[in-house]
């Protein structure tokens, strides 16, 4: 009696302690995981607020997630990005809640993106216990792995940067094996980044993204604190602490660069702005729009994305950043770049619809190069960028070429001025684009600004250490033909000889007397070779 009894209460708690099971996991799917994972936590009245915000939002996100969302609708999704950005603070804020349900509504939301344990995200206990790091990451591809080599190159050389750097690219066409090995090659603390292996290409669709690559570039690296970077974009001044002491970076996690600011007349200008004040109907613009010349005073461009600057661990900032990925999406790209050019608009874009704080240097951008017209225009196709402490160059973009395009030339640039607009529309510079001197951009209206000595030193360092890249990475250059000539019978060189001493000495007397004085005004000086073929692009 005794031993069936046994096993008559075996029988009934097996099946009891199932459901107990079921019902737990049913839960941390379905949201009430938020209630908190262990009891007695020290933080337990701040948990429990965390946990009803959690539910709260994880509730308003479930009713909507499922709902499909057209392409075009920018301001949505803002709103949607605005409640996984609340519902991800929560979950970071309190180390009890289960991250899970969170996962589970963004893979919803966006199917191409499988978060990985490599990725830094604000909520993986992985990312709470190691140390924050800080590094670069660098979006080549083959016809640009050269730029990439003269940047890392002068960070380690000239500039002394430590900073881990990550080389991105999508797939084998996009960057083969024996560029990534020559760029891995230059220094011990580069790793290579596929993005192919984070995110379904299908959607995402990087392979002949261009620059769709870079915010998932951002979004895939295992860095905290991440720098943003071109290939043809060269610091000039060591970025390591840029985290520490650039203002605005320090207290939004995103900090921005500007685009030279002029005004272009024509209908994609138009179109550009309304679109924007489309998207931001109802929406009140944060104090930064409202400062920005793209929004009061109607500039063609508001950002320059060749260095972009984002804290990770912030959850609002990494949402932004998924974001801005999702604009750069196969689908909605075709949307978003009818109205931008390219990527750079998307990543202040989010931050501005889905309501996280971020910040841009106030000033825009200006250029570094040499003068012309007595030193009233400076030249050449570098744009150039200030720190927000000093204001001083701190990087520019284009490469240290004199004409990044022309991928037969290793002609370096000649960087000795540097010209720089003020804050408001009055104070801004003039450009002018001069296609007949190889793609050079020309500035007047602000002070040519002579380089330091010690800016000068730097320069000459670079393109030095370029040089080497260019050694160890290019193809030597073709040498130049050998003219070939049919040797002369002695008495043909005789008489030649003959006529030569007899004809030379009244020719060249002529030529010093009569052509030297002429030479400068036929072969045209700096002063007069200027803008007769240019176009102005501000009105």
Not at 33 to 43: E, V
Not at 159 to 183: H, V
Not at 314 to 331: D, G, H, K, P, Y
Not at 509 to 525: I, R, S, Y
Request: net charge negative.
């Amino acid at each position: 009696m005794l031993v069936f009894l046994r096993g008559r209460r075996e029988a009934f708690i097996l099946p009891a302690a199932y459901l107990v099971l079921v019902i737990f996991l049913y839960g941390s799917i379905n949201g009430i995981g938020y209630r908190g994972k262990r009891l007695g936590s020290p933080s337990a009245h701040q948990g429990t607020r965390y946990a009803l915000i959690a539910n709260s939002t994880h509730s308003q996100l479930e009713a909507i997630v499922h709902e499909p969302i057209d392409i075009s609708d920018f301001a949505g999704m803002g709103d949607r990005m605005a409640l996984f950005s609340r519902l991800a603070h929560a979950v970071t804020q309190d180390e009890t809640l289960d991250h899970n349900p969170l996962l589970t509504l963004l893979r919803e939301q966006f199917h191409w993106w499988e978060p990985a344990w490599s990725i830094y995200a604000p909520w993986n206990p992985r990312s709470r216990t190691k140390k924050q790091t800080t590094g670069i990451v660098i979006c080549v591809g083959a016809n640009n792995f050269i730029y990439a080599g003269h940047l890392i190159r002068t960070l380690r050389k000239t500039l002394n940067s430590t900073l881990p750097i990550q080389i991105a690219y999508s797939g084998e066409a996009d960057l083969p094996f024996e560029k990534r090995a020559a760029l891995k090659a230059l220094d011990n603390n580069i790793q290579t980044l596929n993005l192919l292996d984070y995110f379904d290409d299908h959607i995402a669709g990087l392979q002949d993204g261009g620059f769709a690559q870079k915010p998932f570039a951002m979004l895939a690296s295992r860095f905290q604190k991440v720098i943003l970077l071109d290939a043809d974009t060269i610091f000039l001044q060591n970025p390591d602490r840029m985290f520490e002491r650039e203002p605005g970076l320090t207290d939004t996690g995103m900090l921005f660069w500007h685009d030279r600011a002029f005004r272009q007349d024509g209908d994609s200008n138009a179109d550009r702005h309304s679109w924007i004040r489309g998207l931001m109907s109802g929406r009140e613009p944060s104090r930064m729009l409202n400062q920005s010349l793209f929004w009061t005073d109607g500039v063609f461009h508001e950002m320059e994305s060749g260095a972009v600057c984002m804290d990770k661990g912030r959850s609002s900032v990494f949402m932004s950043l998924v974001f801005s990925a999702w604009m750069n999406t196969r689908e909605v790209r075709s949307v978003t770049y009818a109205h931008t050019y390219g990527d750079k608009e998307t990543f202040w874009l989010a931050a501005e619809l889905s309501g996280a704080a971020y910040h841009f240097n106030p000033i825009y951008g200006g250029i570094m190069g040499y003068t012309k017209d007595k030193g009233t225009l400076v030249c050449s196709s570098q744009l150039l960028h200030l720190d927000g402490r000093k204001k001083k160059p701190l990087w520019l973009n284009s490469s240290l070429r004199r004409n990044k395009h022309n991928q037969e030339s290793r002609e370096f640039a000649t960087l000795t001025h540097w010209m720089v607009p003020g804050y408001n529309m009055s104070q801004q510079i003039d450009w002018h684009y001069r296609a007949e001197d190889g793609l050079d951009w020309c500035a007047h209206g602000g002070e040519a600004l002579e380089m330091s000595t010690e800016e000068l030193r730097v320069i000459d360092d670079m393109i030095g250490e370029s040089m080497k890249v260019d050694d160890l990475l290019l193809p030597p250059p073709p040498k130049p033909p050998e003219i070939h000539t049919t040797p002369k019978p002695p008495e043909a060189a005789e008489k030649q000889e003959t006529v030569e001493t007899a004809a030379v000495p009244e020719k060249q007397e002529t030529v010093e007397t009569a052509a030297l004085p002429e030479k400068p005004e036929t072969a045209g000086t700096p002063e007069t070779a200027d803008s007769s073929d240019s176009r102005s692009k501000k009105s």
